[in-house]
Every structure is written in structure tokens, then in C-alpha cells.
């Protein structure tokens, strides 16, 4: 582990004291603050506070901004890309890879140690934003956050990690395949702005040509239509995260897509614990995970295989 | 006799191509060992396979009795290796460069920075050792890549193509450095160019490579003789007044290779067992000999040979 330790160490003091981390970071830092201010403004004084106020300003928004986790997943595929889309294609061009590989250490320490650099700081940019947003709305609230809000803001920072984790490991893997960081950076950008943007539209497209619907169909028919359009929708991770961090951040959100009057059919409205939110979405977080999984192992597989010869 | 290197029979197919083709050789403790042949002999994929850094197709390498396939962190803790065209982190400086590749080979501390400064010595940068090194010249690069290579203590140093690119007066300091880790400091070299000229003046053998085959190998003599066949001598004639009808004489004498003018110099080139008559003869015409020798065979000639058979 010798080797990967001193690549981790390095990559991460690159990371943390490169200008394109610390511009991500002063915008990402902004539009947090922004959003967050707005969402704190929105709840008049008069009205009693909801019962999770924490949480729900994390995912609500007011004063005309987007919320922050509508940020996050906007900005986060960025803070993964912008990290990782050069790891490995800049190492090869300015020949410092050949010069890492011919120390004694294994090759898939450049890899793992590239890796979780990036994962360490995604934690910590996230991690200091969740702080400061939470600082500003109880420095402008004066309520306190409960055990329970604060168990919901660290799942809800895990599921961000993992998120912007799958967009890393998407980063690295192009960073490997392409020559040049400035392919690799337009692929990345490409698949963002498909898997974030574009899926909804094609997931509705194969929805209808698989299901069509007209005025008369049958229930089954449209609650079949939705069920393919969500599945579809949740190849994205955005789709995951938004499911994931809404059944988290909402106690009182049980179900997604549409619901039948039969399911319905006594439901006592209360909130949900937090064991039985992460319930709800254990599904989306498995997905999320195997995403990055698949990701992260198809670009070490390739690292491992790829000849030394094309440096 | 201690071998540090032993290649036996290493072959790597790309696609179906053989840019190595059973090549061995082996490399004595504390010689400098020059891997010479034309871009793309397969200099380069032969030191990938000693560093365990490519796979052989068949064959095997072993680096001080470890096999570079199955044991490469063995090969590579005692090998230093300065690839072509190496590169640093351009943002960081000399110094934190030396210390990342210390840091691999988990030399840390106290140990790891009296390991940088007298690296950085012996290359002559430490008056830089505070620059970025994307400020660096190609030759300092080269010299900076050398110390990366010293900070480890090799005991075999691998240096692919150190002085392609680089200035006369870069490419002396790197030759002198070589010179200087083989003679002084004990370590054994294995040095691939195919500059002529620099190998034959620091190798103590040579194998010379083409088209992915080892062609020839030994000590710079041997492979004349071996190559060229006959050994080759050269006079040097100058005349009082000097007739197209001697040297035309001269030219039709057994043994005489071939006869070149400049000015008032005649260049005789000849078969060397033949030199005690021919000097006998090129005095009878009148020639005065200025200097007679026994040549000594320029890769270059070497490699010529090879170029028209091939």
C-alpha cells in the first residue's frame, strides 16, 4: 500500500492547491450559500417551522434560486469530471507515467491512489458546504438540528460523495481511453449532459413506442408506461440521486411514480423514520453504488491491461 | 562471473508483428552495456520486458536473478530506469519532484532529503533545486531524470535514448555521468541509443539491434571483425609534386581499398596484413607517409553494413 499512499498524498495536495479545484469550488461555494440563503428566506416568521426544518431546506427552494441539492446534482458531475477527466492522459503526455510505473511499486497503485484523491476531496468540498449551509440557516433560524436530521444530512452527504464518485471514475475511465484530456473532457461533458438532460426525453420516447397511451388506456397500461419511463430515467445517476436525497431529505415522501388508490388505502400520514426512508430508496442507493463499481472496476481493469508500449 | 542481466530468448508480438524477436544477451556486473540499432529495432520494448513492465510473448528476463514477469517490484527496487523523454510535474520543483519518486520508494524523512541533495550534487542542480522544473531545459530534464534514478541506489541503472535531443555540452555532462556511475560509483549501465558515436566512446560492449533482432553483440572490436570481415588500415601520403599516374598506380595495388585526394593528402584505405608492402610501395612511387595505422571500426560502418544487408 506504500506506493499507493504516496500517489494518494500527492494527488491530493495537487488537487486541493490546483486553481481549477479552487475555482469549482468558489462557485460551487456561492450558488450553495445563495440557494440556501433563499431557502431560509422563504419560511416566513409567522408560519410554525416544519417538523424537519434541516433537512427540508437542503432540498427546498425559495427566493427564486434552485435548491441546493438541485445544485449539487448540476454542479457535482462537474466537481467529478473537472477532477478526473486528466488523471492518467496528462501523466502519459508529459511522460511522468512511465517514470511512476518504473518505481517499485504496483501498477494499480497509480489508480487506486488517483482514485481516492479525488473521492477524499469531493468529501471534504462537499462536506464543508453541507457545514456552511447549516451553519448559515442556524445562525439565521436559531433552532437547532435533532440526532435524526443530522443521521439524514450524512446519508444525504454520502449518496453526494457516491454521486459525484460515479462521475469521477466515469472521468478516469475516458482519461484512460482517450489520448488527449481535451477529448476525454468533451466525452465526459457529452455523457453529463446526456445522462443529466436528455435521458428524460428518451426515457419518455422508448416509453411510448414500447407502451403507447391515448386517452382511453387502461390504468395498468399507464402505470406500465411510468414504471418502464422511471427505469429508463434511473440509468442516470442524477435520476438516482434526486430519488435517493428526496426520500431522505423528506420524511414524509414513501413512494415514487404513481401511486394506486388500493396502496394508498390506509395510510396513516406520518413521517417516516429514517430506517424506513432509506428503505424507500435502498434500491436507487444500491444502483448508485454499482454504478461507480462498474465504472471504477472497468477503468482499473483496462489500466491493468493496457500496454506500456503506448505511452 | 556475476551476470546482472540475463535475457534468454525474449520475444514480444504486437499485433501480430515481432518487435522483438528472440533476443538474448547478458550484462557482467559493473560494464556498460550499449543497446544500439535504428528507431524502432525494438530497443525499447526489450527494456520494458527486463523491467517486467511489458509482458514477454515467450521468453524470459532476469534482473539479478529475479524474473522481471513474476517478480517486477524485486527488478524494479533495484533498478533505476530513465525513460525516453522523461518527464516531471512541471509544477512542482526539482526538489518536491526527487522527493515524490523517494516517497514511491518509500524513502522518507531525513534520509529521503540528504538522498535529494546529494543527487542534485552529483547531476550538478543544486543551485536549481527550487525552480519548477517546468522552467527546465531538455539536458537539465535529463539530468534531473538521472538523479531520480540515483536517489534509489540502483545497482543496475537502464537508460533509454539519455542524450536524443539534447545539446553537445548536455550531452557531454550526461555521457560524463554515465561514465561516472559505471567507474566510480559501481553500478552496472545499460544504455540504448542509436548514437553511434557517444556508445562507441562509454560502452564496453555493445548489442546491436535490427528489426527486432539482436544481430550482433560483443565488444566494439569483436563486431568489426566479425562484420566487416578483414581488418582495415589507413595511410596517410602527401607528395612533392603530386601525378594522377601514381596515385592511379596506387589504386591498382593488391590490397588497396580505396585511394581519396584532398589537396596535397592521399587517404589510402587497405587490407591491413598487406601494410608493411604497401608502405614499401608507396614510398617507391614517391609518396612521403604522413601516418599509417590500423583503423579502428566506427559503429557507423558497422551499422551501414547492416543497413545494405538488411
Known amino acids: 500500500m506504500g506506493g499507493a499512499g504516496a500517489v494518494f498524498w500527492k494527488e491530493l495536495t495537487d488537487y486541493l492547491g490546483s486553481k481549477r479545484f479552487l475555482i469549482i469550488f468558489l462557485i460551487i461555494v456561492a450558488v450553495s450559500l445563495f440557494s440556501s440563503y433563499g431557502a431560509t428566506e422563504s419560511l416566513s416568521p409567522e408560519t410554525t417551522y416544519p417538523e424537519y426544518l434541516f433537512v427540508t431546506l437542503l432540498s427546498s427552494s425559495g427566493g427564486g434560486l434552485p435548491s441546493f441539492l438541485f445544485f449539487i446534482s448540476f454542479f457535482g458531475p462537474l466537481i467529478g469530471i473537472v477532477l478526473g477527466f486528466d488523471a492518467i492522459n496528462s501523466e502519459r503526455s508529459r511522460g511522468t507515467l512511465s517514470l511512476l510505473l518504473s518505481q517499485p511499486i504496483y501498477r494499480d497503485a497509480v489508480i487506486n491512489g488517483k482514485f481516492l484523491a479525488g473521492l477524499a476531496t469531493v468529501a471534504i468540498m462537499i462536506a464543508s458546504i453541507i457545514v456552511m449551509i447549516t451553519g448559515v440557516s442556524i445562525g439565521k433560524l436559531g433552532v437547532v438540528p435533532n440526532g435524526q436530521e443530522v443521521a439524514r444530512v450524512v446519508l444525504f452527504f454520502l449518496a453526494c460523495v457516491l454521486y459525484v464518485a460515479f462521475w469521477l471514475s466515469l472521468a478516469i475511465l475516458f482519461s484512460l481511453v482517450f489520448a488527449r484530456s481535451s477529448t476525454s473532457a468533451l466525452v465526459s461533458i457529452a455523457v453529463w449532459i446526456f445522462l443529466s438532460f436528455f435521458i428524460y426525453m428518451v426515457a419518455g420516447v422508448i416509453a411510448d413506442e414500447m407502451v403507447p397511451l391515448t386517452q382511453q388506456s387502461a390504468i395498468e397500461e399507464i402505470a406500465k408506461h411510468e414504471s418502464i419511463r422511471s427505469m429508463i430515467m434511473r440509468l442516470s445517476p442524477s435520476v438516482l440521486l434526486e430519488e435517493i436525497s428526496s426520500a431522505i431529505l423528506n420524511p414524509s415522501i414513501r413512494l415514487f411514480g404513481i401511486a394506486m388508490e388500493s396502496q394508498l388505502k390506509g395510510l396513516i400520514v406520518s413521517p417516516l423514520s429514517i430506517g424506513q426512508s432509506v428503505m424507500v430508496v435502498w434500491p436507487q442507493f444500491v444502483a448508485l453504488v454499482a454504478l461507480s463499481i462498474i465504472c471504477f472496476a472497468v477503468s482499473y481493469v483496462a489500466f491493468m491491461r493496457q500496454e506500456i508500449r503506448s505511452i | ?310
Open chain 2, 1 to 310: 562471473m556475476e551476470w546482472v542481466v540475463e535475457a534468454s530468448e525474449l520475444t514480444k508480438l504486437y499485433d501480430g508483428f515481432k518487435a522483438v524477436d528472440s533476443v538474448s544477451f547478458r550484462i557482467a556486473k559493473g560494464e556498460i552495456f550499449g543497446l544500439l540499432g535504428p528507431n524502432g529495432a525494438g530497443k525499447t520494448t526489450t527494456i520494458l520486458m527486463l523491467l517486467g513492465l511489458t509482458e514477454p510473448t515467450s521468453g524470459t528476463a532476469r534482473v539479478y536473478g529475479y524474473n522481471s514477469t513474476t517478480e517486477p517490484l524485486q527488478v524494479k527496487r533495484v533498478t533505476g530506469y530513465l525513460p525516453e523523454n522523461v518527464g516531471f510535474y512541471e509544477e512542482l520543483t526539482a526538489a518536491e519532484n526527487l522527493f515524490y519518486i523517494a516517497r514511491l520508494n518509500g524513502i522518507k524523512g531525513e534520509e529521503a532529503e540528504r538522498k535529494i541533495e546529494e543527487a542534485l550534487e552529483v547531476v550538478g542542480l543544486s543551485h536549481v533545486k527550487d525552480q519548477a522544473t517546468g522552467t527546465f531545459s531538455k539536458g537539465m530534464r535529463q539530468r534531473l531524470g538521472l538523479a531520480s534514478v540515483l536517489i534509489k541506489d540502483p545497482k543496475l541503472v537502464i537508460l533509454d535514448e539519455p542524450t536524443t535531443g539534447i545539446d553537445p555540452e548536455g550531452t557531454e555532462q550526461v555521457l560524463r555521468l554515465i561514465m561516472k556511475m559505471a567507474h566510480e560509483m559501481g553500478v552496472t549501465v545499460m544504455v540504448s541509443s542509436h548514437l553511434l558515436y557517444q556508445m562507441q566512446r562509454i560502452c564496453d560492449r555493445v548489442g546491436i539491434m535490427f528489426k527486432g533482432k539482436m544481430v550482433a553483440q560483443g565488444g566494439i572490436d569483436e563486431i568489426g571483425a566479425q562484420v566487416l570481415g578483414e581488418k582495415q588500415g589507413v595511410m596517410k601520403l602527401t607528395c612533392e609534386n603530386l601525378e594522377p599516374s601514381s596515385i592511379e598506380r596506387l589504386k591498382n595495388k593488391d590490397g588497396v581499398l580505396d585511394v581519396s585526394t584532398s589537396g596535397m593528402m592521399v587517404v589510402v584505405k587497405f587490407d591491413e596484413s598487406r601494410k608493411a608492402d604497401l608502405v614499401r610501395d608507396a614510398v617507391s612511387e614517391g609518396f612521403i607517409p604522413i601516418e599509417v595505422r590500423g583503423k579502428e571500426y566506427s559503429l557507423e560502418e558497422i551499422y551501414m553494413r547492416y543497413f545494405q544487408e538488411g
